[in-house]
């Protein structure tokens, strides 16, 4: 497997890789790494579907990317993902999946046409005393010495994180800023989260700093991600025959570990409620999705809180990890990630409208239309002033089909759900959907004598609690995750965010779709390039941007300099003086 970029190997169909009619593959999960595998076989390696099994505990498909109407509960979404126009592998996978909505097109062409026609940002980034605006003016508020913090960071080696915490490597000029406002709250960062997790992610989205007040960098789908995105790939994968297996809990995997290769021999399986085994040889492809970031997810309901359980029980995806990393050191350390709920959790709830009084309160914070069709708060409005640090959005309406014209659905979240409420004085886990709902009519601005009563009748709200939705986030040093095709493998290999590949970051729909690429490119050694991460991180243009945007778009003499500084900065301009370099930094206002 090799990394590629340009438009020669883009275009380009792989030849039929050697010996595959022989092989088979056994993709364990269903989440969207675990599907994009599938993809990448059927397409790019050529393998008949009939040989590729896809094995499920759950008796659907989807894994985080959820979006469903349970009976007698409502319409649930666990999360929400936005997308970025440099997901390569993403689009390259897409191009190729038909849309299940319109003939003839692909998921990416709809996918680009809606985000042309209807592009996205945020009106309202943050609000505070009940539904006024926050007045961060899209601005970070960065002094010049938290502006160091970040840039020190960002040039840190790895090596120097492993196992260090955010709050280890900046202090109140950063944490107490507008910039952490944005960026915790977008990317459910913890102050105890990784440093190295940070780093990789101002070095990913660099080229999108700018972006971060009012979401102009970001993308949605049209529907919910289940409907927008894992649906076309099930319709795609059904179309050439792919066998799935619902209700299949994977035990374990078991592993011939030789000194130059491994060999997974043996999946160990619960089907219809007895214990089975999968024998396998060389020729038998092993997807292994390990661990699972929505793995002890629990839902609530109007009148019904989420329970906070997250025992790690067998046949999930911790379990699994455990039993497969006790038998080789690398294949990973999995109680990086879930040994500290307490750390790693936070909640979600899906708000439904019933009738007219809430959309008017939505209407006046996003200051759009909610029935529209088109953007609405064009991604998370945060409480700026909330005990439970709560956000929520409404994403272009509707977002399911089967929702009625005159409903809207919406997500809320918060990141710290151990804490009291500012009005319903209870922790955020211990609320019904009923109780989130009246939190979030408070932090909205609805009279406080009509909260109870429009959040009974007007409103069904669903909560979600997720022990382990930020696992991944825990620090950690190398060789926590495995990596995706680990030295010696002959015919394994892990998907999804808990498997390790070079320079891209966790929590995005492209790396799990990467991971899924690059296990199948690399077992079936299909000649064709994988996409290289967008490089933005080694662009002097977007180095520029950042840095500049950082500052609130201060000029570099602006900063606070001795007299010496001074004087070399006044040297160096005389230096460039006339020159493309000068040209350069005056284009990105740096001087």
Known sequence: ????????????????????????????????????????????????????????????????????????????????????NHFECMWDLFRSIPSIET??????????????????????????NRGEDAHTDGKFGLSDKGAMEIMHLFFTPDEQLYDKRIEEVFDNEVLNSNFWLYWRTMFAFENWHSALEMKLYLKRFIHHVGGLPDFRALRFTKYNQYESMILPMIKYLEAHDVQFHYKVKVLNVIFDIQKERKIAKRIDVIREGAEDAIDLTENDLVFITNGGCVENSSIGSQNEPASFDWEIREGGGWDMWRKIAAQDSSFGNPDKFCSNPEQSNWMSATVTTLDGRIPPY???????????????????????????????????????????????????????????GNYIKKPMRDCTGKEI?????????????????????????????????????????????????????????????????????????????????????????IDRGVPEVWGSTYDVRDLLNATVQLRDGKKLTDMNMGMAERMKIKEIGKTIAGTDIEKLLKKYGVI
């Open 1 to 84: 497997m090799y990394y590629s970029s340009g438009n020669y190997e883009a275009f380009a169909r792989p030849e039929k890789p050697e010996g595959v009619d022989r092989k088979s593959a056994y993709i364990i999960g269903s989440g969207l790494a675990a599907l994009a595998a599938a993809c990448f076989l059927v397409r790019d390696g050529q393998m008949n579907g009939k040989r590729v099994h896809i094995l499920e505990k759950d008796p659907i498909p989807g894994g985080a990317c959820d979006g469903y109407k349970y009976d007698n509960v409502g319409y649930v979404m666990r999360g929400g993902r936005e997308m970025d």
């Open 103 to 128: 003939e003839g097109v692909s998921v990416l062409d709809e996918y680009y046409w809606l985000n042309k026609h209807d592009p996205n940002y945020s009106l309202m980034r943050a609000t505070v």
């Open 362 to 420: 939505v209407q006046k914070i996003c200051k759009r239309d909610p029935f529209s069709g088109r953007v609405v708060t064009g991604g998370i409005v945060t409480v700026k002033d909330s005990n439970w640090l709560m956000s929520w959005t409404f994403n272009r309406q509707p977002q399911f089909h089967s929702q009625p014209k005159d409903q809207l659905v919406g997500w809320i979240y918060a990141l710290f759900s151990d804490k009291p």
């Open 437 to 525: 709902c009246m939190e979030w009519l408070y932090h909205i601005g609805v009279p406080e004598n009509e909260i109870e009563d429009m959040a009974e009748h007007s409103a069904n709200t669903v909560p979600v609690m997720m022990p382990y939705v930020t696992a991944f986030f825990m620090p950690r040093r190398k060789g926590d995750r495995p990596a995706v095709v680990p030295e010696g493998s002959v015919n394994f290999a892990f998907l999804g965010q808990f498997a390790e590949t070079v320079r891209d970051t966790i929590f995005t729909t492209e790396y799990s779709i990467r991971t899924g690429m690059e296990a199948v490119y690399t077992l079936l050694n």
